[in-house]
């Protein structure tokens, strides 16, 4: 069946603007996940969802991030006023639910100049 | 000090050769353990997925978790070239079994 899908595969961006990032996962899935990696670094948790609601957003690192998945399915991640620090791929993963395993996607790749 | 250690490598052995990845972590709530591969520009793909200590064989891959030691081990015999990869291990804490804390991965090189 189909992975997790993530687009757009690649964005760039100037500083200060506004970007959404969006992930489809796998159908029956109910937990959902955004991850950040850094070049020459494992994946940095963001958040997770299971079914709507966050049940954990502990790694967004600050107010400008914030991600939604109002039906339980397809989630947006949203960064406002980039930063080029923010310049990363994010990956999305889904699982069946919290307990089982995470099922990665190819990530979007995002270049704030 | 990060949660996950992991040798970054970069690590090149023989075709044949039998490989051993290796990770440390400090946290004791860590029950659910991964090894996942990725390759350049690539998701990471799940290989091993373990709960508590023992063992796990999966085809040419082993997984090993010793909590008393806080180890995890991956290895992979009759390695391939196709092996060649970033393998990352991660964890996860049975409280909260969505997050997973990773290491920053090996990079393993599989020589024809």
């Known amino acids: 069946g189909a992975g997790v899908s993530q687009t757009p595969s690649n964005k760039v961006t100037e500083k200060g603007k506004y970007v959404e990032l969006r992930c489809d996962p796998i159908?029956?899935?109910?937990?959902l996940y955004w991850y950040r990696q850094s070049l020459g670094q494992g994946p940095e948790f963001l958040i997770y969802?299971?079914?709507?609601?966050?049940?954990?957003d502990s790694g967004l690192p600050n107010d400008r991030f914030f991600a939604v998945r109002p039906e339980g399915s397809v989630s947006t991640l949203k960064i406002q006023r980039t930063e080029r620090g923010d310049s990363a791929v994010y990956l999305c993963?889904?699982?069946?639910?919290?307990?089982?395993?995470?099922?990665f996607g190819p990530g979007t790749r995002l270049t704030v100049t | 000090q990060k949660e996950v250690e992991q040798d970054p490598g970069p690590l090149s052995v023989p075709e044949g050769a039998i490989v051993s990845l290796n990770c440390t972590y400090s946290n004791s709530a860590f029950q659910y353990f991964m090894w996942y591969r990725q390759y350049s520009r690539k998701g990471p793909e799940l290989l091993m997925y373990?709960?508590?200590?023992g063992n796990k064989e999966d085809g040419r891959f082993t997984a090993q978790v010793d909590k008393s030691s806080k180890y995890i081990s991956l290895f992979i015999r009759d390695s391939q070239p196709s092996d060649s990869a970033t393998y990352l291990c991660a964890m996860s804490a049975i409280t909260n079994a969505g997050k997973s804390t990773f290491g920053d991965g090996t990079t393993l090189t599989v020589k024809p």
């Open positions: 159908s029956g899935h109910t937990a």
């Open positions: 373990t709960y508590s200590s």
């Open positions: 993963a889904s699982s069946l639910n919290s307990r089982y395993e995470q099922y």
């Open positions: 969802f299971q079914g709507t609601g966050a049940a954990d």
